[in-house]
């Protein structure tokens, strides 16, 4: 919008430039100059309703008073006003429908023209007016729709990202629900059989209450494999999906995958340090441009996630996960990506990059896994191949 609006102001100053040519007195240059500021705040609220909806709303009336000030000054400035029509031409375009809205513009040409004949100027003349309030009014025309489209495509993708977002939680908590739902039912009715039974039938209650453990217990493992699943997250499916994902929001990416075969912590690790970083970017940032890249580089397996969304965002476009947003910030990615020997860096590169660095060395990893009994670690899983 700040760029319509220079344009706008940029047809204001040639206009006041053809005036000052004509060494004119200072009430004159006064009155003039006021009218085409006039001009300009009609064509901005036509432009974008939005900065002042009340007049925008009484739009009938301030098309009037643009077509008063774009022809009445004509007869006192002559060929140096011709250049207001294009700005009423666009406003018909704008304002009303299709078939009114064409027919409306050609009127306008023509009257310009029919104009400058009865000013006195030759076709030749006539003919450059004729294009230029053509060309003019269509170009104020598309900046303005221009500028509506671009805003309903960043909200088009800030709800999209919001509802990849809702669409993940509610996927987990069905599989929470499917999951333990039956098993804390039944747990809770047996709970209030063996409470009743207890006074007079305690054997009974025993069994009632062995069972109760055994549904607790087959719970508990329950949760342990789902957590366990979550867990064991494929850095290459996480790398496909983001690609799918930011083609969707219309971010050009740029994935590559070339690391072979890494244990599988490691790799669930990075995962869970894309993952984290892709929502906080498309949290916080306006991003156009996203590179994600896992090379090795012997036996160091090097993660980066690098995105153009700084300067562009609100106040919090960083684009870095937080911990104040109550998932893994910064902080517990870093504390993860350490346990296994490795670092993480995140923060601005230049003007306008954000960058989320990762190297963990796999003899360290290797040795951290073996040092803390985790199985999990000793499986290795091959990579996708690179993909673009």
Not at 90 to 119: C, D, E, K, Q, Y
Not at 155 to 174: C, D, G, H, K, Y
Not at 250 to 263: H, I, K, Q, T
Request: proline share 4%.
């Amino acid at each position: 919008m700040t760029i319509t609006a220079l344009v706008f102001l940029g047809y204001t100053g040639v206009a006041t430039a053809y005036i000052l040519a004509l060494d004119p007195s200072a009430l004159l240059l006064t009155g003039s100059v006021a009218l085409l500021f006039a001009l300009l705040g009609l064509q901005l609220v036509h432009s974008f309703p939005r900065l002042a909806p009340a007049l925008a709303s009484r739009w009938p009336l301030t098309l009037a008073l643009q077509a008063v000030i774009t022809y009445g000054p004509m007869f006192f400035l002559g060929e140096l006003w011709i250049g207001m029509p294009s700005f009423l031409a666009a406003s018909l375009l704008l304002l009303l429908r299709p078939a009114v809205a064409w027919p409306g513009f050609v009127a306008v040409v023509v009257a310009s023209n029919l104009l400058m004949l009865w000013i006195g100027d030759g076709l030749g003349q006539t003919f450059y007016i004729s294009v230029a309030t053509t060309t003019n009014g269509l170009v104020v025309y598309g900046l303005s729709r221009l500028t509506d489209l671009v805003i309903e495509v960043h909200r088009s993708r800030a709800e999209l990202a919001t509802l990849a977002v809702a669409q993940e939680r509610l996927r987990f908590a069905r599989d929470l629900h499917d999951l333990l739902g039956y098993s804390l039912s039944a747990i809770t009715l047996k709970c209030e059989l063996a409470y009743r039974l207890v006074p007079g039938q305690p054997d009974v209650a025993q069994q009632e209450l062995t069972e109760i453990l055994q549904t607790a217990r087959q719970a508990l493992s329950d949760v342990r494999a789902v957590a366990r699943g979550y867990r064991e997250m494929s850095l290459s499916a996480e790398a496909e999906s983001a690609k799918a994902m930011l083609a969707t929001l219309g971010v050009r990416s740029v994935v590559r995958l070339d690391f072979g075969l890494v244990p599988q912590q490691v790799e669930t690790v990075l995962a869970t340090v894309l993952r984290e970083g892709l929502t906080n970017m498309l949290r916080h940032s306006k991003v156009e441009h996203c590179e994600i890249s896992t090379v090795r580089d012997g036996r160091t397996i090097r993660f980066r996630l690098a995105n153009d969304g700084v300067g562009r965002g609100g106040p919090e476009s960083a684009a870095a996960p937080r911990d104040a947003s109550g998932g893994s910030g910064i902080g517990n990615l870093a504390t993860r990506v350490r346990e296994l020997g490795g670092s993480l860096t995140a923060g601005p590169q230049g003007q306008e990059w954000f960058v989320v660095e990762a190297a963990i060395d796999l003899d360290a990893a290797t040795l951290a896994l073996s040092g803390s009994g985790g199985r999990q670690g000793a499986a290795a899983v091959p990579a996708a191949p690179a993909v673009a």
